[in-house]
């Protein structure tokens, strides 16, 4: 739980602020790469971390990530500019990416279906908590202090969390395992220049130019080469089989469009308030904590609905009300008004924390306990993945409508176009669990498998 929330406060905490890291470091068109870049070093790293917790265990994985975060952070406080801000976010993503899958992975190790569904209370409510700490943080260092705490805070909770961490026991099954360096290396270089033609794009170059044409084709080119290596490598970074059952492949699509609907909003809620409706940065970091708080109260009581309902109806219901807020979001947006907007990203909230943890456990449950950390760290995969390229899209659509312009105005219109955006993920995740295929708890219960007694 305490390393968990290492990620859940980092993940609200910096959007309240980049209002006030602008000021300082300039850069307003590269701030999406302060999101991107985490992201994608997350979930590059995703895939060569969850086949590290089937073998060196995930004990080892977790204080290494731990160690990461608490580098990066520290090289985040101090940093002197746009660049290095972002350099060093993703050294941040890279100790993310090794937490977040290994513990949700734990939790799967250590609980039955039926105990998962009460756990998740406890699990949920680190969110819960972060949710309001996180942007109140945000907003209290930026309007009051510096930015630069919102990463300095992380120090004490990095060291609480690796302290903990080692009390815990557990007897990994070890074995001889190679990692697959070229997959990886070809997936990093894939997914960095789709987000680099994506973000700069239009702006660091024309469309036209070299640069414009020959990025698309190299994306082509690397992420194909990287679907050839995965079929000839003994053991690939990305297993493709998880791609190939229908559940897997639909409930990691919903965790992308998850991803891109919340990064969608918890990057630009804030700096639409605070540049248009004039909130403080206090103030918007409230309005966004209404989102992220209705995940884990939504989250909570999802065991509830899957464990009665099954998991597809589940997920219907909660990609439905997150894309009913989205349109709320888009609705509110010309009033400008900070309460209408925190309530509809409440009600976007509700809907993820309903959508995203039964998704995730129904791949966990449809396979066995040396299978898990791989599903759980290709579903996380896809989730950081649509979140990156979503915060990418996002911002190529409103550098477009901002064409250079910081007025009021253009801050609006761009927003109203990035919500847009939003509001057609949130569509295509309802599209998604639609054709999820009927999974109930009795169902997963038969494949469970007893954990391995503790050492």
């Avoid at 977790?62 to 976010?89: H, K």
């Avoid at 680099?196 to 190299?218: D, E, F, R, T």
């Avoid at 700096?271 to 409706?277: D, I, K, P, Q, R």
């Avoid at 995203?356 to 290709?378: H, K, N, Y």
Wanted: hydrophobic letters at 55%; proline letters at 6%.
């Amino acid at each position: 739980m305490l390393s968990t929330g290492l990620i859940a406060i980092d993940s609200t905490i910096l959007a309240t602020a980049v209002p006030s890291i602008v000021q300082d470091l300039g850069g307003f068109s590269s701030f999406p790469w302060l999101f991107s870049v985490y992201l994608l070093a997350q979930a590059v790293s995703v895939p060569v971390y969850a086949k590290l917790t089937d073998t060196i265990g995930r004990k080892p994985l977790l204080l290494y990530g731990i160690g990461m975060f608490l580098l990066g952070s520290i090289l985040c406080g101090f940093a002197p500019s746009m660049l290095t801000l972002i350099l060093f976010r993703a050294v941040q993503g890279l100790g993310a990416g090794a937490i977040m899958p290994t513990s949700i992975t734990v939790a799967g190790d250590i609980y039955t279906l039926a105990e998962r569904a009460k756990a998740q209370g406890y699990l949920a409510s680190v969110w819960a908590i972060s949710s309001v700490v996180g942007p109140t943080l945000g907003g209290v260092f930026s309007q009051f202090v510096s930015w630069r705490w919102i990463f300095f805070v992380n120090i004490p909770l990095c060291i609480a969390a690796a302290v903990l961490v080692r009390r815990y026991k557990e007897s990994p099954q070890r074995g001889t395992h190679r990692v697959d360096v070229p997959g990886a290396v070809l997936l990093t270089a894939g997914l960095t220049a789709l987000l680099l033609g994506l973000l700069q794009g239009g702006q660091a170059w024309p469309w036209a130019s070299l640069p414009g044409i020959g990025l698309p084709v190299l994306v082509v080119v690397l992420l194909v080469a990287f679907v050839l290596v995965e079929r000839r490598a003994p053991e690939p970074v990305l297993p493709l089989w998880v791609f190939s059952r229908r559940l897997l492949l639909t409930t990691g699509l919903i965790s992308a469009g998850v991803g891109a609907l919340l990064l969608g909003l918890t990057s630009y809620v804030p700096n639409f308030l605070e540049s248009v409706a004039g909130a403080s940065p206090l103030e918007s970091g409230l309005a966004l904590a209404l989102l992220t708080i209705g995940w884990p109260i939504a989250a909570s009581n999802a065991g509830r609905l899957y464990l009665r309902l099954g998991f597809r109806p589940t997920a219907l219901i909660g990609s439905t009300v997150a894309l009913v807020g989205a349109v709320g979001v888009l609705v509110a947006t010309p009033l400008a008004s900070i309460w209408l907007t925190g309530i509809a990203c409440l009600v976007v909230g509700l809907g993820l924390g309903t959508v995203a943890t039964p998704t995730l456990i129904a791949g966990q449950s449809s396979v066995g306990f040396a299978e898990r950390g791989v599903v759980t760290g290709s579903n996380t995969f896809l989730r950081s993945v649509g979140s990156a390229v979503g915060v990418a899209v996002f911002g190529a659509v409103a550098n477009g409508v901002l064409a250079g312009r910081t007025s009021a105005a253009a801050v609006s219109s761009a927003s109203t176009a990035v919500f847009i955006g939003v509001v057609v993920a949130g569509a295509l995740t309802v599209v998604v669990a639609t054709l999820m295929p009927s999974f109930r708890a009795e169902h997963a219960a038969a494949t469970e498998r007893p954990a391995p007694e503790p050492a």
